[in-house]
T-cell receptor, first 118, second 112 residues
Framework: GAVVSQHPSRVICKSGTSVKIECRSLDFQATTMFWYRQFPKQSLMLMATSNEGSKATYEQGVEKDKFLINHASLTLSTLTVTSAHPEDSSFYIC??????????????FGPGTRLTVT | GQNIDQPTEMTATEGAIVQINCTYQTSGFNGLFWYQQHAGEAPTFLSYNVLDGLEEKGRFSSFLSRSKGYSYLLLKELQMKDSASYLCAVSVVTDSWGKLQFGAGTQVVVTP
């Protein structure tokens, strides 16, 4: 149980184009999903918190107009990197909290998406 | 924010024991997680501590002292597959969404 999928697993795009990454909770409902970015040999940096049916909350320093997040249902959140540039190349990981998790704040992680911008 | 510190890298021999320390400074502490992450993969959950003491799960154990802002992850009978990055993460009660703040990770290298 508690499986989170991400699509695509890898994507290469040209500078200036936009890329959409999907995050799905497959066997549970997730009221809250999180988007992280991870550069090589560094830890996970939280980009934003996404709640179903409301606007995402972005961490300080993360451009909300560049990283568009939509959490349209209890099982799907999307991250769109708009006008991507080479410095946006990174490993993007989503995670989800089970709606029924109660006070346990465990997050289930997706397998990640490797974005390369050329 | 929270300051979360853990060593950058540790090396140990197959079959040995390694202890990864994590110290944190936070207000409204609501739990500490340990995750394992292999290169290029997503983190996988190892343990969760919210009360003081030791939690044992097979070869992995995690300890928490809230008064000291300190936790450790103990890996016993090390195997080559345990070579990975180990992430310490803290959640706080002031955040109802359950955000986690991650440490930089400790790279464990297991040698034959």
């Amino acid at each position: 149980g508690a499986v989170v999928s991400q699509h695509p697993s890898r994507v290469i795009c040209k500078s200036g184009t936009s890329v959409k990454i999907e995050c799905r909770s497959l066997d549970f409902q997730a009221t809250t999903m999180f988007w992280y970015r991870q550069f090589p040999k560094q830890s996970l940096m939280l980009m934003a918190t996404s709640n179903e049916g409301s606007k995402a909350t972005y961490e300080q320093g993360v451009e909300k107009d560049k990283f568009l997040i939509n959490h349209a249902s209890l099982t799907l959140s999307t991250l769109t990197v708009t006008s991507a540039h080479p410095e946006d190349s990174s490993f993007y990981i989503c995670s989800a909290r089970d709606k029924l998790a109660g006070v346990t704040y465990e997050q289930y992680f997706g397998p990640g998406t490797r974005l390369t911008v050329t | 924010g929270q300051n979360i510190d853990q060593p950058t890298e540790m090396t140990a021999t197959e079959g040995a024991i390694v202890q990864i320390n994590c110290t944190y400074q936070t207000s409204g502490f609501n739990g500490l997680f340990w995750y394992q992450q292999h290169a290029g993969e997503a983190p996988t959950f190892l343990s969760y501590n919210v009360l003081d003491g030791l939690e044992e799960k097979g070869r992995f154990s995690s300890f928490l002292s809230r008064s000291k802002g300190y936790s450790y992850l103990l890996l016993k009978e090390l195997q080559m597959k345990d070579s990975a990055s180990y992430l310490c993460a803290v959640s706080v009660v002031t955040d109802s969404w359950g955000k986690l703040q991650f440490g930089a990770g400790t790279q464990v290298v297991v040698t034959p």
